[in-house]
């Protein structure tokens, strides 16, 4: 492995662990049970995908280049981050003994058809809150070019690069949605689970109005 490979499996590692909506919102859908934090958890993998896929065919340089393009997807990726983290806030005051993610229904009802429902609505949670991020453009088409050895082929290392930082988010997610879910018993008690419900959805709700205020330099 060459060093500026080892150096960019460094600096994914760190840009896929950061703590963001990616990570509030697999927290809080792992709560409610473990298939709807790892459903989360793979949605977010698969927005990823999309950023990655955009960056190699250079369709994320239009989307940085055209401020209107931009900005319209600031605005639905805020909004969307903001309806979750209101959604989080006003289910941690209603129901402050219960945990309330987007796999409740998984959680909390017998039928199969409920569980499957409850995991679909995570995954779609988990996709949009990423696919929606207007940041991750910028970040890949700044990041990636920085670890294309000079004189390589660009596509093939830029493909390499990208399943690298897919693969990354891969392990991160579900990790962390199954840790959520192996201290379960601790993290579900009603004062905790509260809390957690809570803290996600203000971060959320902070994350999401900023988006739609259009603060976050670019």
């Known amino acids: 492995m060459d060093a500026q490979l080892t150096a960019f499996l460094g600096v994914a590692a760190v840009m896929v662990a950061l703590p963001g909506a990616d990570f509030a919102v697999v927290v809080r859908n792992a709560l409610a049970s473990r298939s709807a934090g790892v459903a989360t958890a793979l949605g ?3 927005g990823l995908l999309v950023h990655t896929a955009l960056a190699v065919a250079g369709l994320a340089a239009v989307l940085v280049a055209v401020p ?3 900005r319209t997807v600031q ?3 805020g909004a969307y981050v903001l309806y979750l983290g209101i959604s989080a806030l006003r289910a941690a005051r209603r129901r402050p003994g219960q945990a309330t993610g987007a796999g409740e229904a998984a959680a909390g009802q017998d039928g199969g058809a409920h569980a499957t429902d409850g995991t679909r609505r995570a995954l ?3 996709f949009l809150t990423n696919a929606l991020n207007p940041k991750a453009p ?3 088409l700044s990041l990636l070019p920085q670890f294309v050895p ?3 082929a660009p ?3 830029t493909l390499l690069l990208a399943a690298i930082v897919v693969l990354l988010a891969l392990i991160w997610f579900p990790a962390v949605a199954l840790l959520v879910d192996r201290l379960g018993r601790w993290l579900r008690r009603p004062r905790t689970a509260r809390a957690i419900e809570g803290g996600s959805g203000a971060a959320l709700t902070v994350l999401g109005a900023v988006l739609v205020a259009g603060t ?3």
Do not use: M, T
């Open 138 to 140: 910028v970040l890949f």
């Open 155 to 157: 596509l093939p290392r």
């Open 216 to 218: 976050l330099p670019h």
């Open 150 to 152: 000079s004189g390589a």
């Open 124 to 126: 779609r949670q988990g």
């Open 44 to 46: 977010v993998a698969g």
């Open 75 to 77: 605005l639905l990726g």
């Open 68 to 70: 209107v393009l931009f």
